[in-house]
T-cell receptor
Framework: GESVGLHLPTLSVQEGDNSIINCAYS??????FIWYKQESGKGPQFIID?????DKRQGQRVTVLLNKTVKHLSLQIAATQPGDSAVYFC??????????????FGSGTRLSIRP | EAQVTQNPRYLITVTGKKLTVTCSQN?????MSWYRQDPGLGLRQIYY???????DKGDVPEGYKVSRKEKRNFPLILESPSPNQTSLYFC????????????FGQGTRLTVV
């Protein structure tokens, strides 16, 4: 399959434990944030998003936390499973401009699951 | 099945030889975009389109062109490819009112020699 990146930060987690993947964003004007998952040989897949007027949002087994004060975003995965092994990207975007739909991706974190 | 289809999946070409990577989506999405992915750099947006005949530059548009003549298609054109355009390319689409929920294609691995 396609390689995603050779020198990504890696988080190694025991199967069944919770995973926390962190991301720092740069643009104070960003008003929405997204997490994507990319498995080997595939395109990124949307996981969850959060608007800047929220500080927490929960999905199925995932929670995203947003701290605008320190421009920090995290993705928590509960009870990590082997199928969670992937590279995870955070992304940010801003609405309200004429060219409103630019989305900027972070460089990614590889999540590795130990059996 | 809802999908974004890119072609070709793999391409090796020579410097200066014009090429087109096609992208088609069957979800009637208004928003489409192209990204390139390079090791350690994540995905960088090349161009995007918010609807037919509406395109705009992303972060790394130099050396690329796009067109959006039909809603479902958003081809990426490299008029004169150079080795620094060797990369993994992804096309994505989403509804304009939910453009965070993008569907991505499988990727096109381009090598320019």
């Amino acid at each position: 399959g396609e390689s995603v990146g050779l020198h990504l930060p890696t988080l190694s987690v025991q199967e069944g434990d919770n995973s926390i993947i962190n991301c720092a964003y740069s643009n104070s004007a960003s008003d929405y944030f997204i997490w994507y998952k990319q498995e080997s040989g595939k395109g990124p897949q949307f996981i969850i998003d959060i608007r800047s007027n929220m500080d927490k949002r929960q999905g199925q087994r995932v929670t995203v936390l947003l701290n605008k004060t320190v421009k920090h975003l995290s993705l928590q995965i509960a009870a990590t499973q082997p199928g969670d092994s992937a590279v995870y990207f955070c992304a940010e975007g801003a609405t309200g401009y004429s060219s409103a739909s630019k989305i900027i991706f972070g460089s990614g974190t590889r999540l590795s699951i130990r059996p | 099945e809802a999908q974004v289809t890119q072609n070709p999946r793999y391409l090796i070409t020579v410097t200066g030889k014009k090429l087109t990577v096609t992208c088609s989506q069957n979800m009637n999405h208004e928003y489409m975009s192209w990204y390139r992915q390079d090791p350690g750099l994540g995905l960088r947006q090349i161009y995007y389109s918010m609807n037919v005949e509406v395109t705009d530059k992303g972060d790394v548009p130099e050396g690329y062109k796009v067109s959006r003549k039909e809603k479902r298609n958003f081809p990426l054109i490299l008029e004169s490819p150079s080795p620094n355009q060797t990369s993994l390319y992804f096309c994505a689409s989403s509804p304009l009112d939910r453009n965070t929920e993008a569907f991505f294609g499988q990727g096109t691995r381009l090598t320019v020699v």
